[in-house]
């Protein structure tokens, strides 16, 4: 055990501030002394050389004194020699030399502790330690023994027999005991009578007695000179028990005065051998355990709060320092990186909680300043009754060199892995351990659905699963690679087609195999398809409904059953033949041939249409498509023959449809010139022939504005013009529209009535004009006429839902006058009712104005105004009209909505629903009406939309016949009561205004009807 770990060993146990001095050399110890190890308001001098050797000298008390092989043996002894002498009884020397061992140990009883290489020194370490810190206890029962020896004998003698230390008392003249107590006599093991007896340095060995001598001597001069207090000193001496042992002593003692005067020499002593053999086993342990420490080959660190105690060799290697000492100075901070310094902190922290924390990676930096990767293990230990933290350091760097190759060249294999277009995985003994994005992708599985099970769920069977599991074994076995086709269900039910390609993996473990799945779906169905490609070919050429054959230098060599049907002939009679016998003509065949001959050679493809005659007479129209397919040979060609008979008839019918279609048909280009019109149009127009057709529609119908020449500024305002305009610019269809037109055959001009339908059309990728038309002139005179005898009905029906609204505004009118009639009014009432009555005239007449305007539609009188003041004012009108058996409710918006609309006309609304809620409810009830802003969402718009409601508590709505309240002249009322108009009135207002209306109705509880104007104004 060096130095230091005495050093540190006193610092630990000592709490309270006191002086050191050190004399030596080494670097290390000054530094450790210097460092955080120190405690706060200690103060510790290094003298440099011997010139300094007198200010030791000079100090009052040193607490800790270390002299390390500098000095020679006679400025040693010189100061061994002073520091006793000057009665410096408490300094605790420690000399680490062998040169002055053994001259210095004849002053083994005093304080010192003179330790050196290779001697075994726990004991003397223990009792300079005790000594240290025991001298406060004797010094303390030093102190009640002088205070009972000052009272009595008797309290002395009793004191000194109850204290657990010897007590003793000698003559300073003689050094004789005078007297001991039982506790000494069994530490010594000699009977206080023999002691007496015996010389006077006996037990005591030399040069302890000489000590005590020295002490008595100084304390005697210093009475004579008539300081008569006592001086408490505290030294060790060395004894021999009964048996020739060896007892040292922690001694205290001064000098008191007895009852005849005389001068007794009192002191109080402790056994240190006895009372330290518990810790002096605990500091042999600790002894092994830093020498284990040494011995071990990985580098141990022992650290407090305050800083590093302890470093074995194998750490000081790793911190590249020259010793151990060069590292005590440090904090553990000091070697790990700033950015790990948060992370080192908290982790002591938890080890004063948790005495052990896991394993940590850590960049330390070493004394040279090289960065080192570090795994750091630490515990939490008690050593001398204080925790310390031991670190075990390993030195990873070379294995995190090698990580990151492992690493960098994973990461590389990673990203393959990642990026590779097919799917690759790793099995352990049959279950997925691991797979690429492309795996999951093919199967359509998440990870978390696979990993870790087998992959029995992805293989179509439990027979295809098996035998992957058999070759698996097989695989394992021999380590070879191997390739296998299988099917995957993917996890939406469909199937694909795989090839599996594995190889053992023992690198991973025994049982591993890494797979690589390729879908060959794609590949399969192509080679499904190729196989089934023949058999199609021949499936389709023998089932066809297309003739289709091949021919050798134009002589049949092969035809399928379709080819003998369309011409009628048993294969037997067409074979080795040529096709020369069914054309219609000699000159049909040579055209056909010739036509054939001249494209094929540089196309080798040609298409022809031409007739075939059937065995049976019949005439085929046909469609010929042949190739040249010299692979086959020179001569060889492939053809087919499709029947068009059907089609050719078909035409020959729509053409028939076309030209005998009683309405004019016309094609025009998009300079609205005929192209083709069929017979009615040519008739219409009068035209001859169709010489006539490729001229403008305008002349094609001898309009009589573009008769001689088509002008298009003289047909400016011409409809049939405007219509063909919209139609080429907008591509919309214009269906049974009605124009009119002025026709002239040269002499007269007549006007005519024509419905036209238009629509844009595409023939042979041209896109043209279908104008197809009617003469309706004679037809609209005879409606007209008709229509003039429903509106002669109509004026009837107008006329009586006139007389209801009259009859509406008399009766607010009669009741006025009824009122003024039937009572005695003051003037101001009867202003008042002459007002209303003034009013609903007015009403009156502007009814008036309307009908007489309804003919020519031209009255509307628009203006901004309150819906709630409009209410308002027809309240009274409303319940004058309901009568006494119905109560209104007015329910206004809080906030005052305007609209712009014609006011006379929203009046008329609310009067209407007013009183067709009246009429609703024969035996009285409840008429509210109500505005409010409606729900703008519900109609989708951004506008402020305006609710009237009027509901009622009458009989309700049949609704068998809801959705016809709304139709003119339609009402449930008795004709006598003029009904039919209102609600048709309403509907036309709010249509006026782009509005809506919502009928709620339930027989028997009531009505509710809204009405909807958007874009109305909140004040």
Not at 206 to 216: G, Y
Not at 426 to 433: A, E, Q, S
Request: aromatic share 10%; glycine share 6%.
């Amino acid at each position: 055990m060096k130095i230091r770990h005495f050093i540190m060993t006193l610092i630990m146990m000592r709490k309270e501030p006191y002086l050191v001095v050190y004399c030596g050399y080494e670097d290390s110890v000054k530094s450790f002394l210097s460092g955080e190890n120190i405690p706060l308001q200690t103060q510790v001098l290094f003298p440099d050389d011997i010139s300094q050797f007198y200010t030791i000298l000079s100090l009052k008390k040193i607490d800790l004194l270390i002299i390390d092989d500098i000095f020679s043996e006679f400025w040693v002894h010189q100061l061994v020699t002073t520091l006793v002498s000057k009665g410096h009884y408490s300094p605790y020397v420690v000399i680490d030399t062998g040169r002055y061992a053994e001259s210095i140990r004849p002053l083994a009883a005093s304080p010192l502790a003179i330790l050196h290489v290779g001697e075994y020194l726990t004991n003397r370490l223990e009792m300079l330690i005790y000594n240290m810190f025991g001298q406060a206890e004797l010094k303390l029962q030093l102190e009640f023994l002088i205070s009972a020896w000052n009272q009595s004998e008797e309290n002395f003698l009793f004191l000194s027999e109850h204290i657990p230390y010897a007590v003793w008392t000698r003559d300073p003249d003689t050094f004789n005991y005078n007297y001991i107590n039982e506790v000494a006599e069994k530490i010594i093991g000699i009977p206080f009578d023999s002691l007496l007896s015996r010389s006077i340095e006996y037990p005591l060995r030399l040069p302890s007695w000489s000590l005590i001598k020295s002490f008595i001597q100084d304390d005697l001069l210093r009475i004579s000179s008539g300081d008569e207090s006592p001086v408490i000193r505290y030294y060790e001496t060395v004894a021999s028990d009964s048996e020739g042992g060896t007892i040292i002593f922690a001694n205290v003692s001064a000098m008191v005065k007895d009852r005849s005067g005389k001068y007794l020499y009192l002191g109080v002593s402790k056994n240190m051998l006895k009372q330290v053999s518990a810790d002096c086993k605990i500091r042999d342990v600790n002894e092994r355990f830093y020498q284990t420490l040494e011995a071990a080959p990985v580098p141990i660190l022992v650290f407090k709060f305050s800083g590093m105690m302890y470093a074995n060799s194998a750490a000081v290697e790793m911190l590249e320092a020259e010793k151990a000492e060069d590292l005590y100075s440090h904090l553990l901070k000091d070697f790990v990186r700033s950015d790990y310094h948060e992370t080192s902190t908290n982790r002591l922290f938890d080890l004063m909680n948790k005495k052990t924390v896991p394993v940590l990676e850590q960049v330390w930096v070493t004394l040279s300043g090289k960065e080192i990767t570090v795994e750091v293990r630490s515990t939490r230990v008690e050593l001398f009754s204080e925790n310390v933290f031991i670190i075990f350091v390993l030195d990873i760097t070379a294995r995190k060199k090698a990580e990151n190759e492992i690493l960098d060249k994973n990461r590389y294999i990673s990203e393959l892995y990642r990026l590779a277009p097919y799917a690759l995985g790793v099995t352990k003994n049959g279950v997925l351990t691991e797979a690429n994005e492309r795996f999951f992708e093919m199967t359509g599985y998440s990870p978390s659905e696979l990993i870790g099970g087998t992959l029995k769920k992805i293989h179509v069977n439990n027979k295809e699963y098996l035998q992957m599991k058999e070759t698996r074994q097989q695989l394992l076995a021999e380590g070879n690679l191997s390739e296998i086709e299988s099917r995957y269900i993917k996890k939406d039910g469909s199937i694909i087609d795989v090839i599996i390609r594995r190889t053992a993996a023992p690198s991973l473990s025994d049982d591993a195999i890494i797979f690589c799945a390729i879908d060959i779906t794609g590949i399969k169905e192509t080679e499904r398809q190729l196989l089934k490609k023949n058999t199609l070919i021949q499936d389709l050429y023998r089932l066809s409904p297309i003739g289709l054959g091949v021919m050798n230098n134009g002589i049949l060599v092969e035809g399928n059953k379709s080819l003998y049907e369309l011409t009628g002939y048993q294969p037997e009679e067409l074979l080795g033949k040529s096709f020369r016998d069914i054309h219609l003509s000699e000159n049909d065949f040579n055209d056909f041939r010739d036509k054939i001959l001249s494209q094929i050679s540089s196309t080798g493809f040609i298409e022809d249409e031409t007739r075939y005659f059937t065995k049976n007479g019949s005439i085929k129209d046909v469609i010929v498509r042949l190739l040249n397919t010299p692979s086959l040979g020179k001569e060889m060609a492939i053809f087919s023959v499709i029947d068009i008979t059907r089609i050719r008839n078909t035409e020959r019918e729509l053409l028939s449809l076309y030209e005998d279609a009683p309405v004019g048909i016309i094609l025009l280009d998009n300079d609205f010139n005929v192209r083709r019109a069929n017979r009615a149009a040519i008739d219409f127009s009068s035209s001859k022939s169709n010489g006539e057709l490729n001229v403008h529609v305008g002349n094609f119908l001898k309009c009589s504005m573009s008769i001689k020449n088509h002008n298009e500024k003289d047909c400016s305002e011409c409809e049939l013009l405007s219509i063909l305009r919209e139609i080429k610019n907008t591509g919309k269809s214009i269906l049974d529209t009605d124009i009119n037109v002025e026709l002239s055959d040269g002499n007269f001009i007549t006007a005519k009535t024509l419905s036209v339908s238009l629509s844009k059309i595409t023939v042979l990728g041209e896109q043209l004009i279908l104008f197809c038309f009617n003469d309706v002139s004679e037809k609209r005179i005879y409606e007209t006429r008709f229509n003039q005898i429903q509106q002669l009905e109509l004026t009837g029906l107008i006329a009586s839902g006139a007389a209801h609204d009259f009859n509406n505004i008399l009766a607010a009118i009669s009741l006025n006058l009824s009122s003024l009639l039937d009572n005695e009014l003051s003037a101001e009432k009867l202003r008042y009712e002459l007002s209303l009555m003034n009013e609903y005239v007015d009403r009156g007449s502007e009814l008036t104005r309307r009908l007489l305007s309804m003919g020519r539609n031209s009255y509307s009188s628009v203006q901004t105004f309150s819906i709630n003041k409009l209410i308002d004012n027809l309240k009274i009108m409303i319940q004058k009209i309901s009568g006494r058996k119905i109560r209104i409710n007015i329910i206004n918006s809080p906030e005052d909505i305007f609209i712009s609309a014609d006011k006379i006309m929203i009046e008329q609304m609310i009067l209407n629903l007013s009183i067709n809620g009246r009429d609703s409810m024969p035996d009285g009830g409840v008429l509210t009406i109500e505005t409010s802003f409606a729900d703008t969402d519900k109609f989708l718009s951004d506008s402020n939309i305006l609710m009237i409601t009027v509901s009622d508590t009458g009989i309700g709505i049949d609704p068998a016949i809801k959705d016809r309240i709304f139709e003119p002249f339609f009402s449930t009322k008795h004709p006598e009561h003029f009904g039919g108009l209102g609600l048709s009135i309403i509907k036309n207002t709010v249509d006026k205004y782009n509005g809506w209306i919502d009928v709620k109705s339930e027989v028997g509880k009531g009505t509710s009807i809204s009405v909807y104007f958007p874009s109305v104004i909140a004040n």
